[in-house]
């Protein structure tokens, strides 16, 4: 049976010029190689994103989006084909402004902050399973370095809020850090059920788990992949949760004083952040690369990985595209209901999936379920915990409910 | 043979971040090569087959407790104009040499390696089963003082607002 | 929060000094757009007094000419026949739905969500399209003349007037969806911003923010004008007196304004849709106070003449500049989100506020 966690993108690469020029690439190449990959697709996965966006947007608003860039023949054939070559024009704009550090600054910082948020991006995608067996390097401390890693995403705010030389905007900044970090916690807690499911951090095994357990882990740990859902939605910055940007209506946001490719860099590396943490809840409780409904072959063949590879982006595309009409349904969450929302209910809520996920696993040992199994007990599990959080409702007012 | 490069390069990493941390004029930078030595330290964690405990050290350290130092620095009013004394050196050469033959003296005395020669692997696994297993009482001794500093600190936060939620 | 600030209240300074997080003392500081309208309607005939007056209340130009208009009606003892006031209450109407979903887009700006602002822009875009086709201005109509209005309707404006209803009263649920039954929205504004009934009573709170304060009073059914005594509506009111109970107020009388409308189509007369004056008439001496129910609340204006053919005092009494005293008592240690959404709320614009 072949072990499909061994290999990494990187052995492929060794592999592929190996047999085709017999040379033995030193292993900081191949590093390197991988890294500009990497950097590339961020780059490109970025574009890609913006444009899809702000056409989403424009869908949901009754609108068409930008439509003028790119070829107009594919313009006039339909919304979804116009203006393919805006985020290219916009980046290239952004490329051509002036970098302007303003003098009462402290440059150290202000420099270092978008430098870093990118730094980070980069570093966390290292082990994000793109393919069967193709992730840059499958460490076996997987989901952990993303959580990790992600964590000084929080020192980039910081750093960019104190740089900006106005109290308001340094508050704006710490509000941001406080929110990430309160957010870290049911983040962690949420991913620590599948984490006791599949017995161990690496992702590549999480995914292979989820074939043992013949489910997706999203069913026995529902709870945990909406709350991961959640905070990494708050963990990100964006609405409902985008107090930072918000604050730059009424005084200025931590990124007012950036311009030209600063600012883009720190654009870059939200919509990079998306992706990433869209693509850890895929791999962690969708299933990642494995297709449903077809068994993992023995041996990997080129269109399994190809196929895995799609299967892989459209999970991903998918939760993005939620977290993309998520922000353009909802008004703006006030910074204490906030903290309320996770501490109180988020944090409570995670350490009850870890119990459920608990019970699961502990089922699956003793009675050797298979998934239908699996699935039917997650999902009492999960109609007990609804009628128990009905305990908890929140009131309505009384008037709303007359009119129709 | 990487491992000694990379071995170099973060010691470098480390050992002048922690300088600039005790000498840097600018506290705030101070701050910031503090993050830079707890990041250059988690590197050589990692480079000791050890990338749980680097991972545990970004994380917390680095993205937790060196962010909450920052947030003093912040909030503090003329962070710029605090006055750092700088007269203390002969105690301070004096503490140092005091340290530097401690640790000399532990590291040439030490056993590095067992008796058998062979080399122990340590992974997540055997960290969780000695935590859950052996070092158990430890382990929740630990989360209650945890446990007991965090109902501190609310409390304090509490008081210091005069009631205000 | 500067003159200039991205959210569309115009140009209102608020002065805050806060404690953190929270606001301890609020001071608004009108003036910004100042532009001597009442000095200027001293200097024109009455007639021209009326393009002067659109520009009171941009988003509800009807509203702000009538109350001019009959003041000048009630001094000159002038009764326009019944067409002009069927039709003057039509203006009304369709006025206070443009007003009040641009209300609503706007309010949702403030709150965060974007998406409900192009909703409500498209459909005021249909009723735009109306007023264009009857007095050929989508802003400031300048329709609103002493003793009728400047032009007939036609059949074909009736039509397209209930063909508009007809596919714009199914919407109106569409919108409160988006918002009513969302935590986020009513933890931001249940129990935000109260505005208890004697608070109402000290300032001359009036319209809909007195109507969310549980005070069934509406100008229109107290001191009715144009047709409204022949009409039927209800007035909605809520008890809350919190922002939240301010927006269902508007959005319940959205249906009202439809249901006018369409018992206006029913009932309409035919005949003169204005008296014959002359461009330039002499109103008799005398003074005179008349006010009506603008979509922000009670728009009064005091009229004086001394007998010739332009005013002698013009003084308009605006809901929004009454409203934006309370501010300094509401904003009291409230957080920064909340203050736009209590400002909001009002439905307060400031051209009416600094004429």
Redesign the interface.
Same mark, same amino acid.
């Given at each position: 049976m072949f072990d499909w966690v061994q290999l990494s993108g990187g052995d492929h690469i060794l592999d592929f010029v190996t047999r085709s020029t017999g040379y033995q690439l030193p292993g900081i190449v191949i590093m390197l190689v991988m890294l500009a990959l990497i950097l590339g697709f961020i780059c490109v996965s970025s574009l890609v994103l913006i444009w899809a966006e702000r056409k989403v947007a424009a869908r949901i608003q009754n609108r068409v989006g930008p439509m003028m860039t790119g070829p107009r023949k594919w313009a006039e054939f339909s919304m979804w084909t116009g203006g393919l070559l805006q985020t290219a024009a916009d980046a290239i704009k952004l490329l051509l402004k002036e970098l302007i550090i303003p003098s009462k600054t402290d440059a150290v910082p202000f420099i270092a902050a978008p430098i870093l948020i990118v730094t980070v991006c980069v570093t966390a995608f290292v082990v994000i399973p793109f393919a069967p067996s193709f992730s840059v390097s499958d460490l076996n401390i997987g989901v952990v370095h993303v959580v990790a890693i992600s964590s000084l995403t929080v020192l980039s705010i910081v750093m960019a809020g104190w740089s900006s030389n106005s109290k308001y905007s340094l508050l704006g900044g710490l509000r941001s850090a406080a929110q990430m970090l309160s957010y870290e916690i049911p983040l962690i807690f949420a991913l620590l059920g599948p984490i006791l499911l599949a017995g161990g951090l690496s992702m590549q095994k999480m995914v292979l788990a989820q074939r043992e357990y013949g489910c997706w882990f999203a069913l026995p740990s529902l709870l945990g992949f909406l709350i991961y859902y959640v905070a990494s939605i708050a963990e990100v910055n964006r609405p409902p949760f985008d107090i930072p940007e918000a604050e730059s209506e009424l005084v200025a946001g931590y990124v007012s004083e950036y311009s030209g490719m600063m600012f883009a860099m720190f654009f870059l590396a939200e919509f990079a952040n998306m992706f990433l943490v869209c693509s850890v809840a895929a791999t962690v409780f969708l299933g990642g690369w494995m297709v449903p409904f077809m068994a993992v072959p023995d041996q990997p063949t080129a269109g399994y990985i190809v196929l895995g590879a799609l299967v892989f982006f459209a999970k991903t595309s998918f939760l993005v595209f939620i977290m993309m009409w998520i922000r353009w349904t909802f008004p703006r969450v006030r910074p204490d209901h906030l903290m309320n929302l996770g501490w109180k209910y988020l944090f409570p809520l995670s350490l009850l999936n870890l119990v459920i996920c608990a019970g699961v696993a502990v089922l699956k040992d003793v009675y050797h379920l298979n998934g239908w199994g699996i699935s039917a007990v997650s999902v009492v599990s999960l109609l007990l915990v609804v009628l128990l959080l009905q305990l908890v409702r929140i009131p309505r007012p009384t008037s709303f409910l007359e009119q129709a | 043979m990487?491992e000694a490069i990379a071995f170099y390069l973060l010691s470098a990493m480390v050992l002048t971040s922690a300088w600039s941390v005790v000498r840097n004029e600018?506290l705030?930078?101070a701050g910031?090569s503090l993050?830079v030595c707890f990041v250059g330290v988690a590197g050589i964690y990692v480079n000791l087959d050890a990338?749980?405990l680097g991972?545990?050290q *970004?994380?917390i350290y680095?993205?937790?407790i060196? *962010?909450l130092l920052?947030?003093g620095f912040?909030?503090t009013h003329d962070l710029m104009k605090v006055k750092q004394e700088r007269n203390q050196h002969a105690a301070g050469i004096f503490g140092a040499l005091l340290m530097a033959s401690l640790l000399i003296g532990v590291i040439l005395n030490a056993q590095w390696f067992p008796a058998s020669g062979q080399l122990v692997k340590f992974? *997540?696994?055997s960290l969780a089963s000695r935590y859950m297993k052996q070092d158990l009482v430890s382990f929740e001794v630990v989360a209650v003082l945890l446990l007991a500093s965090l109902i501190g600190a609310v409390v304090i936060a509490r008081k210091e607002e005069g009631g205000r939620? | 929060m500067g003159p200039q600030h991205p959210s569309t209240h115009g140009v209102l300074r608020l002065v805050l000094k806060m404690d953190g997080e929270r606001v301890v003392d609020c001071d608004p500081v009108v003036g910004y757009l100042h532009r001597s309208i009442e000095k200027m309607a001293e200097n024109r005939t009455f007639t021209q007094v009326i393009p002067v007056t659109d520009r009171l209340d941009y988003c509800t130009s009807m509203t702000s000419n009538y109350v001019y208009v009959l003041a000048v009606e009630k001094l000159a003892d002038l009764t326009p026949p019944p067409r002009a006031e069927y039709i003057r209450v039509i203006m009304t109407e369709l006025n206070r739905i443009a007003s009040h979903l641009l209300w609503y887009g706007t309010f949702c700006l403030e709150i965060g969500a974007t998406t409900p602002f192009l909703y409500s822009f498209r459909d005021r875009e249909k009723v735009l399209d109306l007023f264009e086709s009857a007095c050929g201005a989508r802003l400031l109509y300048n329709y609103i003349r002493i003793g009728g209005v400047s032009q007939d309707i036609n059949q074909a404006f009736l039509d397209r007037m209930i063909e508009f209803l007809d596919y714009w009263e199914p919407i109106i649920p569409e919108y409160e969806q988006l918002l009513d039954e969302n935590p986020i929205f009513y933890n931001r504004t249940v129990g935000v911003g109260i505005v208890p009934l004697e608070m109402c009573r000290h300032y001359g709170v009036s319209g809909p923010n007195v109507r969310a304060s549980g005070v069934a009073e509406d100008v229109r059914r107290d001191d009715p004008f144009a047709a409204y005594s022949e009409l039927e509506f209800d007035i909605p009111v809520e008890k809350e007196c919190d922002v939240f109970a301010r927006y269902r107020v508007r959005m319940r009388e959205l249906r009202e304004s439809a249901r006018i409308l369409r018992q206006c189509f029913e009932k309409i007369p035919s005949g003169p849709h204005g008296l014959p004056l002359n461009y330039r008439f002499k109103v008799p001496e005398g003074e005179t106070y008349v006010h009506i129910e603008s979509p922000r609340g009670d728009i009064g204006c005091y009229l004086a003449s001394s007998g010739g053919d332009m005013p002698w005092r013009c003084k308009f009494r605006t809901p929004s500049f009454v409203h934006i005293q309370l501010f300094k008592k509401l904003l009291e240690g409230v957080l920064i989100p909340d203050i736009m959404a209590i400002c909001a709320s009002f439905d307060i614009v400031l051209p009416e506020t600094d004429r």
């Open positions: - | 990487s600018n705030f930078h910031l993050i990338p749980f991972a545990m *970004v994380l680095a993205g937790a060196a *962010v920052l947030f912040m909030l992974g *997540v696994e939620e | -």
